[in-house]
């Protein structure tokens, strides 16, 4: 590696958004350490510039050993992605509270402690960005994802406060809110939901499986997206809110519309109103 070149470390990189990003940060001759829970998975980006590493975000133990590492090989960490999520699909009130605590200990919890275990290096330097990765559906809350949405929004709060904490010690907090990215997410998504066929929900199903997908039709290729977030990451002075991919500009005006119009438009395109 070029112990002169940036640093930066990724958050779940095993398909998607994370590996996209590790590819263009790599191409862009930064040391690039990549992490994912099985590092098989991500045997095949390692490079002259790029190590990986196992990372579990919900083990505190393994977020250490993963940081450690990272502070002993090159010294610092410039830049922390928190990219590292998955998402929940099904009616609120059909999810067990394992599930939903599954998917706050991924989507938020895991995303703090690596935060946690990084900053103290940054403040050190008194220099560094932490990326976190939210959703444009932490802005617009849409049926059967309402787990996720909620993760997303925590995030984006989380992300909001720890930019204003961490401003002094000159650590800059960016929010990405990704519209629609072609990824895999949605493919994990529909594992089990025949379930609901047994729930009051069951008239609907169909809509329920056809949400794991939406945000995969005509969505933005990774590499599209990873090469226009990283331009906007490696400015000097980034914005604190990044939106892009399909919907990412259109969403957010819907949400601002009148709550009873965007819960009736919202309840017709995922077939509620045929309950």
Not at 72 to 100: C, T
Not at 200 to 221: C, K, L, M, W
Request: aromatic share 6%.
């Amino acid at each position: 590696m070029n112990m002169d070149a940036p640093v930066v470390l990724i958050s779940g990189c095993s398909t998607g958004i994370g590996r996209a990003l590790a590819i263009e940060f790599a191409a862009r001759n930064w040391q690039v350490f990549v992490t994912a829970r099985k590092p098989m998975a991500i045997d095949d980006l390692k490079a002259t510039n790029v190590e990986t590493s196992a990372l579990d975000v919900t083990d505190e133990q393994s977020i250490k050993t993963c940081v450690d590492s990272v502070i002993a090989r090159a010294g610092r960490i410039d830049m922390l992605i928190n990219n590292a999520g998955f998402l929940l699909i099904g009616p609120l009130v059909e999810l067990e509270n394992s599930e939903l605590r599954r998917q706050f200990e991924t989507n938020v919890l895991g995303l703090a402690a690596l935060t946690r275990a990084v900053v103290p290096h940054m403040i050190k330097k008194r220099a560094g960005k932490i990326v976190n990765i939210s959703s444009i559906l932490g802005v617009l809350n849409t049926p059967f994802t309402g787990a996720y949405c909620s993760t997303k929004a925590a995030v984006t709060a989380y992300s909001d406060c720890l930019r204003i904490e961490l401003a002094p010690f000159g650590i800059e907090v960016i929010t990405v809110q990704p519209g629609g990215i072609k990824s895999s997410l949605s493919d994990n998504a529909d594992k089990g939901l025949e379930r609901f066929k047994k729930t009051p929900y069951g008239p609907i199903q169909d809509f329920i499986v056809e949400r794991a997908h939406v945000s995969q039709q005509n969505a933005t290729p990774t590499e599209e997206f990873a090469k226009k977030l990283v331009d906007k990451l490696v400015r000097d002075k980034t914005p604190n809110y990044i939106r892009l991919g399909k919907g990412s500009i259109l969403l957010p005006l819907i949400a601002k519309l009148p709550i009873t119009f965007v819960d009736a438009l919202l309840s017709k395109r995922f077939g509620l109103n045929r309950l």
